[in-house]
C-alpha cells in the first residue's frame, strides 16, 4: 500500500513543439553536466527519472510518472545555462517550470492538514 497520493500512471504534458524542444535541451543539457564540466565536484549524476523523461522525449512521448515530471521540475528550476541563448531561453524554461508544477499539483495534492 502506498503512503503517497500520487498516481504513478503517466500523465500526458501538452506542450507546444517549442517548449518541447527546450525541455528536450534542458534535459540534455543536465545528462551532459557532469561530462562536460570542467570541475566535476559537487556535481552529481542526475536521477534516473531524468534519463527516462528525455528518452520519453526524444522518441516523440510526452506522457511522463510523477517521478519524472518531479525530475523535470528539479532539472528546470535549476538550469542556468551558460550561454548566449539564456536570455531568450530563460522566459520558455520558467513557463515549462509553471506548467509542469501545475501538472504536479493536479496528479500529487498536498495532504490534507
Known amino acids: 500500500m502506498s503512503t503517497h497520493p500520487r498516481s504513478d500512471r503517466p500523465t500526458t ?3 507546444p513543439p517549442e517548449e518541447l524542444w527546450t525541455l528536450h535541451h534542458v534535459l540534455l543539457h543536465r545528462i551532459e ?9 559537487g556535481i552529481e549524476p542526475p536521477p534516473l527519472e531524468v534519463f527516462q ?6 522518441g516523440g512521448e510526452s506522457r ?11 532539472v528546470l528550476a535549476t538550469h542556468h ?19 509542469v508544477s501545475t501538472v504536479l499539483e493536479t496528479i500529487s495534492p498536498e495532504p490534507a492538514p
Open 13 to 15: 504534458l501538452s506542450l
Open 33 to 41: 553536466q557532469e561530462g562536460t564540466a570542467s570541475d566535476t565536484t
Open 53 to 58: 523523461a528525455f528518452d520519453a522525449l526524444d
Open 64 to 74: 511522463f510518472t510523477a517521478a519524472q515530471l518531479e525530475a523535470i521540475r528539479d
Open 81 to 99: 545555462p551558460s550561454n548566449d541563448c539564456w536570455e531568450t531561453e530563460r522566459p520558455r524554461v520558467e513557463r515549462l517550470l509553471q506548467r
